[in-house]
């Protein structure tokens, strides 16, 4: 696993007032890394200077190992999906306008846009003969995000930055995007850098869960080492009565780990699902008899519907 994004000795003050005093983070590649933290601690500030909508005072910032000062902006932003809490789709374009906009900045020809556009309609579950030509204000609140998120995918970025993208949702579209987002991951294998203030929702989401406070870092560390071992007071107040750890958002590493699954000494390589897979995204196939192949520690085991059974069992004891 490579290093996608690192933050070294970042700082950025506002009115003279130090939000980001001193932060260093690596974010690696093809994972979600979701930043949380009290009001005001500066995570959105941060994800923004990723694709440098705000720029930092000091220190470096490096995407894909190279500063993201010395690129040039355009070309930063085609690289980097953008999802925001507030929706912001243009009103006076159709759905697959909207959808279309950076590859058509991008100058991609009208039948591949087209075809992206479908691909990508079918794969959040929106029929394209209904939704392709459909204006925005004719949409819910989750299918309204549903586009934003096609719209930062539509060009195929290899980073997506998600700002609370579900915060302004009902229960029930936040659930479902939430998911939707998973199983889009398993699929594609972005770099997601996610913020959100719903510490459930950080549990969920991440492979990699940064605790920040007061614009520094205080921990970095998986979902369950987050929840079982906080590094200090903060950390314990924020994830204290977060729900029950949700054994569908364990990672198929996580399950392995624990003793489920038969070891392989061949097979094909091309059907490995990745270790950090969570088990809500392969159910499914589960369920329906498939075997589900994961790659752990450089060795290839095999998960069964009897396997996440008996492991679905022994969490509920």
Not at 51 to 75: C, F, H, M, P
Not at 91 to 101: G, R, S
Not at 161 to 181: C, N, T
Request: hydrophobic share 40%.
């Amino acid at each position: 696993m490579g290093t996608m994004i690192e933050f070294d000795h970042v700082h950025k003050e506002f009115n003279g007032a130090a939000v980001i005093p001193d932060l260093s983070l690596t974010i690696p590649e093809r994972e979600i890394t979701v930043l949380v933290g009290r009001s005001g601690c500066g995570k959105t500030t941060t994800l923004k200077m990723i694709n440098a909508l705000i720029k930092a005072d000091s220190g470096t910032i490096k995407y894909n190992d190279r500063l993201v000062t010395d690129y040039n902006l355009q070309e930063l932003r085609w690289q980097i999906g953008y999802v925001l809490q507030q929706i912001a789709l243009f009103p006076n374009m159709t759905v697959a306008q909207n959808i279309a906009v950076i590859p058509e900045m991008r100058r991609e020809s009208a039948a591949d846009i087209e075809r992206r556009t479908r691909e990508l309609l079918r794969s959040c579950s929106l029929d394209p003969d209904t939704y392709m030509n459909r204006a925005v204000d004719e949409l819910s609140g989750g299918e309204a995000q549903r586009v934003g998120i096609m719209r930062a995918l539509a060009a195929d970025p290899p980073t997506i930055l998600m700002d609370e993208p579900f915060s302004a949702l009902d229960p029930l579209s936040r659930r479902q995007l939430q998911d939707l987002v998973l199983d889009l991951q398993t699929k594609l294998h972005k770099t997601v850098v996610f913020v959100t203030h719903d510490m459930n929702e950080a549990l969920k989401m991440g492979d990699h869960i940064a605790v920040m406070d007061a614009g520094q870092i205080v921990q970095v560390g998986t979902p369950s080492e987050i929840r079982n071992n906080p590094a200090d007071e903060v950390v314990a107040k924020l994830f204290a009565g977060t729900k029950q750890d949700d054994p569908f958002a364990r990672s198929l590493d996580e399950i392995v780990a624990d003793g489920y699954g038969a070891l392989q000494s061949s097979g094909d390589a091309a059907d490995l699902v990745p270790a950090s897979t969570k088990l809500a995204a392969v159910i499914t196939e589960l369920t329906s008899g498939q075997t589900v192949r994961v790659a752990r520690a450089g060795q290839k085991y095999a998960l069964t519907a009897g396997d996440v059974l008996r492991y679905l069992t022994t969490q509920r004891n």
